[in-house]
């Protein structure tokens, strides 16, 4: 059982890589935002709505990628495997931070073409988008595909950790390389070597992927049932009981990954409803606000009244709370189900946006509202952040997992795209603000948090003890001719 534990700890480690990648380079681009805009867009001298609007472009570009990444994910784990679709993210990776920390490569002298090369920096950004897009997908259906059921909601929960892990690494990493000169060295140096910096955890996830085996269930898929069962066999032990158990596995894979008569199953085989669940799940996951919070978090901070540094100290405070919680679900989510948690999240996180919008449109700002912030982080690691991966690479029977977690997961990303421009919408708002002092969204993501646990309570199913194989019992299936 030790070397079962130990095969089965390095293969979530490697694949929690892709994790840490994805929250990494989504906020990489926060430490060079100021230089991006001194070197690429300030130089043109554009009205200072156009001049906005290109740096949000640009800064936001990865996200574009991200939904194309998401498309692709589905046919790029059917063709190349899940350990395949990991590996082509890591190129991705690493040709984007390469590209984006120099994106003069191939045009001429490095840091000789000022904005001219912007075109060039989008487009690595777009390609570092479109590896997050792959990775955000595979890596929790890799997890999922080689995890035990009585602790897969654990492990596939170790995804999430590693994002919010990769995210509070490099901004660390961003801190220490600004802390080696000023700011002109910053603005001519520095954001370079915070881009190239992504090729780091890039090229270790490549190099350990070469190390691993893909997912029995995709093996099986290509018809290499015999490397399956070998991989089944080591995960399971080798008594010979656990040597039936991978045959029966095997068989039981074969069988939920046709329909009748032996053809692939078409995407609607197990109803519509599984699909709007799947697309709901993350659409609500999104639309709870978490990403206006977490993108914004200084911002908002700063409309409370704090000064800068304050601003950026209590944003560090949420980033624990975030981490914290994180374990939290990692350490609940086999024993308490999927259900109770995404309820009880999405309860706190809507008591605590109330208040949060209550505290502003009556302008009594301070600790309380620091407070509600964190209790709402909190709220949303314990619960959407992490289980809501986990019912993304459970809830799909087999024979449609791919192309139907695709859907969803791009879906996600549209939704991260839409709250991430909005709030800034809702957020300076003359009109709105007049009216509820910047408390307007804070009530309107209270109000996606009430909706997302009524939506869970009536539709989404308990998927705990439940094998991936056993899935499709849950949803409704197309009847077999006679």
Known sequence: MS???????????VATLGGLLFGYDTAVISGAVTSIDANFIAPLRLSETVANSLSGWTISSALFGCII?????????????RKGGLLLAGMLFLVSAVGSAYPEIGFGTIGSFGPKILGAFIFYRIVCGVGI????????????????????????????LAIVLGIALVYFVNWFIASQGNAVWLRATGWRLMLLSEAVPAALCVALLLTVPDTPRWLVMRGRDAQALDILRRLGGEEARDAAAAKATVQQIRDSLQVSHGSAAPLLTFGPLVIVVGVLLSAFQQFVGINAVMYYAPLMFRNMGASTDSALWQTVIVGVANVVFTVIAILTVDRLGRKPLLILGALIMAGAMFTLGLLFDLQRLGAGAL???????AGFALSWGPVTWVLLSEI?????????????????WVCNLLVSWSFKVLDGSSLLNGAFHHGFAYWFYALMSLLAAVFVFLYVPETKRHTLEGIHRLWKREESPT
């Open 133 to 160: 897009g792959i990775a955000s997908m595979l890596s929790p259906l890799y997890i999922a595909e080689i995890s035990p059921h009585e602790v897969r909601g654990r492990l596939v929960s170790c995804n999430q």
């Open 371 to 377: 407070v509600a912030v964190v209790v709402y982080v």
């Open 3 to 13: 070397g079962r534990g130990s095969l089965l700890t390095k293969l979530t480690f």
């Open 69 to 81: 990444g998401a498309i692709l994910a589905g046919t790029v784990a059917n063709r190349l495997g």
């Open 396 to 412: 799909f029977p087999n024979a449609i997992k791919s192309r139907a977690m695709a859907i969803a997961v791009a879906a996600q």
